[in-house]
């Protein structure tokens, strides 16, 4: 089975400074990750995932995460944010088998100060 | 990229009736579909995996007999909330893995308000 802990439930920024938020899975299978982003009252968007390859993976909106397997980490980073992503983050691990179930964390509500 | 139509947005029913609620592949075809459900402020939780053709694999504590999922065509599934309560309010999201380029896709989501 997976799991996955998004350590901070919420994340208070000022507006162009940097963020990172955190995510670590545990599995005992080899798995793919996501970063998902949920705005009030919405689905959800994909901003970046990890198959395989390059452990530094690019989404959308400027966000990338890193894959680090011996921490079991896929952590979000942005290098300046803007009002506008304002929301919530969910990061999500399946099996490394293609239209496995999808588990999610906690989510991290990120807020950006002007 | 893949897309999920999810309708209806929003329901409110009375207490005792029951529910339907539809997610459409528009640009694939959905094999599997995944069924979430979403308390305010908190995760989603995955409630069913539904597969074209098949009965629906319910997780751990779901009741498969209030939460019925139907998945008739490569297209459609639906889940039907019946004899729904007030506890059953939540948001409702859908999502199907499109292919390996567009990764899996999710509905916007469906707000169920219970009388």
């Known amino acids: 089975a997976q799991s996955v802990t998004q350590l901070d439930s919420q994340v208070p920024v000022f507006e162009e400074a940097p963020v990172e938020l955190r995510c670590n899975y545990s599995s005992s299978v080899s798995v793919y990750l996501f970063w998902y982003v949920q705005y009030p009252n919405q689905g959800l968007q994909l901003l970046l995932k990890y198959l395989s390859g390059s452990t530094l993976v690019k989404g959308i909106n400027g966000f990338e995460a890193e894959f680090n397997k011996s921490q079991t980490s896929f952590h979000l980073r942005k290098p300046s944010v803007h009002i506008s992503d304002t929301a919530e983050y969910f990061c999500a691990v399946s099996p490394r088998r293609w239209a496995s179930k999808i588990i999610f964390g906690s989510g991290t509500r990120l807020s950006i100060r002007p | 990229g893949a897309v999920v139509s999810q309708h209806p947005s929003w329901v409110i029913c009375k207490s005792g009736t029951s529910v339907k609620i539809e997610c459409r592949s528009l640009d694939f075809q959905a094999t599997t579909m995944f069924w979430y459900r979403q308390f305010p402020k908190q995760s989603l939780m995955l409630m069913a995996t539904s597969n074209e053709g098949s009965k629906a694999t319910y997780e751990q504590g779901v009741e498969k007999d209030k939460f019925l999922i139907n998945h008739a065509s490569l297209t459609l599934s639906t889940l039907t909330v019946t004899s729904a309560h007030p506890e059953d309010s939540s948001f409702y999201i859908c999502?199907?893995?499109?292919?390996?380029?567009?990764?899996?896709?999710f509905g916007s989501g469906t707000r169920l308000t219970v009388v």
């Open positions: 999502s199907a893995p499109a292919d390996r380029d567009r990764g899996y896709t």
